[in-house]
């Protein structure tokens, strides 16, 4: 195989109810797609996890629910990564949220705690409600943050060429 030519293998895996977090994964998809990256992309009904090994990248996309909760579909997920413990697979989270309840985003926080003990963590997104034009940016820098970890850790032979 040659190795210098292999992409980084990169999946969105989110959820949404009324679209916000769907939104914000399809802004962060566009940006991927300008990237020399294979690009997976999924809502949380069609990923399996036991597909987690395939990535070298996974961005992990939620919306919070009750008060400050991880919506019901999104535990299998975090339970499997929460078991894995993989200190070699990147990972971000990225998220929708209002700011009127006391836990903004706490879905977002609940994956970060975990994915930073469990996972190589590299980045992670809150926004509110629905992205907007500002949020752009910022999703540019989740991406490249996102994409230099994997890069660093993932193949360090291969990515040093991709890099180049
Ligand atoms: C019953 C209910 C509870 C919610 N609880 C929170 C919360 O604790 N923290 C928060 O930041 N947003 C909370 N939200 C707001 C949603 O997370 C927010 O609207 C989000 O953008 C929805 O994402 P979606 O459009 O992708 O489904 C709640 C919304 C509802 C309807």
Redesign the pocket.
Known sequence: MDLTNSKLSVAIVYA???????ELAEDLYQILLTKSVELSFYTIEEFSVSDLFHYDAIAIGT??????DIPREMRNLYHALESISRKDMTTAVFG????C?P????AVDQFRDMLYVHTNLAATLKVE?RPQKHDLQRCRKFVDALLLRASTCSYPQVNSAIRQ
């Open positions: 949404s109810v009324s679209g916000n977090t769907k919306y919070t629910w009750g008060n400050g929708t949220g209002d700011s309840y836990r903004f985003c706490g409600l």
